[in-house]
């Protein structure tokens, strides 16, 4: 049975860092393509970033670049999203999903067609 854990969120200030993790259990994601979105209150869903199955390609959000990193570690079977200078406009539940195709992945992440795995994690960004 497939299990998926978004873990790392919590209450932090403007400016603040936090780790994001999405660990899975009864399937490798070696073979996945793993991405972060997030849902705000009264927002659209946004991708937020996206790393290959093999780390060879990233994709971040505009509203990201240069201060969230995605990586992966496969022994884990686990992905994180460092997440730095955080912004209250960051505030929102955070969703991983996975897909075998990287392109797909991030062609889908910001919309309804890509399901989360987990239940999330919450990320309140004030002050």
């Known amino acids: 049975q497939v299990h998926v854990v978004e873990s790392g969120g919590g209450l932090v200030q403007p400016g603040g860092s936090l780790r994001l993790s999405c660990t899975a259990s009864?399937?490798?994601?070696?073979?996945?393509?793993i991405g972060w979105f997030r849902q705000a209150p009264g927002k659209e869903r946004e991708g937020v970033s996206c790393?290959?199955?093999?780390?060879?390609?990233?994709y971040y959000a505009s509203s990201v670049k240069g201060r969230f990193t995605i990586s992966r570690d496969n022994a884990k079977n686990t992905v994180y999203l460092q997440m730095n200078s955080l912004k209250p406009e960051d505030t929102a539940v955070y969703y991983c999903?996975?897909?075998?195709?990287?392109?797909?992945?991030?062609?889908?992440?910001?919309?309804?067609?890509?399901?989360?795995w987990g239940k999330g994690t919450l990320v309140t960004v004030s002050s």
């Open positions: 999903a996975a897909h075998t195709r990287y392109d797909y992945l991030v062609a889908t992440l910001g919309t309804n067609v890509m399901q989360p």
């Open positions: 790393i290959s199955s093999g780390d060879e390609e990233r």
């Open positions: 009864g399937v490798s994601l070696d073979n996945y393509a």
